[in-house]
């Protein structure tokens, strides 16, 4: 069956620091995978999605950057964190973009002080 | 591209009563629905979807949706909450002729009262 992980469950990170958080899928192969943002009682922003190895595409223009240097792995990061980038973020798969049901990760909870 | 609306922002119900989410969709095709669930601190969970055929759809935890088309709606329904139940709820709408998108809606947070 297919899972999919996500790292750190939780991270504190002054302003400024740089930020990588991971997720990986097992179970499948060449899924489309995704970053989402929530922000407190907030719905989902979709950041960036992927439908192969080194295709990124930016939903929104921000200081964070996504990378995919395997096919089940899915990298976001950020060169300088912000304040406003605190939120809780989730990484899911399909293996169809527009009509397959997305699989979520647990989500990284991310406090920036 | 596709929308999703979910008019409620919050509802509260009292354990054991019946419960009615709210979705309504805009698309010009036949859609490809879904709902989900999110309690706090954790991933989103698929309840239920449809794709076609019945309109009347069952998910997991007692949960099923009615797919209406001349009403553009996809209304989620319990017809006794457990107090479990708490949590966010989306709405989101797939869609295999355009651009390919998944939009989810808002979400309404449903509050039990024991």
């Known amino acids: 069956s297919q899972t999919i992980h996500q790292w750190p469950a939780t991270l504190v990170q002054p302003v400024g620091s740089p930020l990588s958080l991971e997720c990986t899928v097992e179970g499948t192969s060449n899924p489309n995978l995704y970053w989402y943002r929530q922000a407190a009682g907030r719905g989902l922003q979709l950041l960036f999605y992927s439908v192969g190895i080194g295709q990124i595409s930016s939903e929104v223009p921000q200081n964070l950057s996504a990378s995919r240097p395997q096919d089940r792995q899915f990298i976001l990061s950020s060169k300088k964190l912000l304040l406003s980038d605190s939120g809780f973020y989730l990484c899911?798969?399909?293996?169809?973009?527009?009509?397959?049901?997305?699989?979520f990760g647990p989500g990284t909870r991310l406090t920036v002080l | 591209a596709q929308s999703v609306t979910q008019p409620d922002i919050h509802i509260t119900v009292s354990e054991g009563a019946s419960l009615e989410l709210r979705c309504n969709y805009s698309y010009g095709a036949t859609p490809y629905l879904f709902w989900y669930v999110q309690s706090p601190g954790q991933g989103l969970q698929l309840l239920l979807k449809?794709?076609?055929?019945?309109?009347l759809v069952q998910g997991i935890k007692g949960f099923e949706a009615e797919f209406k088309r001349s009403q553009s709606s996809f209304n989620l329904r319990k017809p006794s909450v457990h107090w479990s139940d708490a949590a966010e709820y989306f709405c989101a709408v797939g869609d295999n002729n355009y651009g390919q998108n998944f939009v989810f809606g808002p979400g309404t947070r449903l509050s039990v009262l024991p």
């Open positions: 449809y794709f076609s055929g019945d309109t």
């Open positions: 899911a798969w399909s293996l169809d973009r527009g009509t397959d049901e997305q699989f």
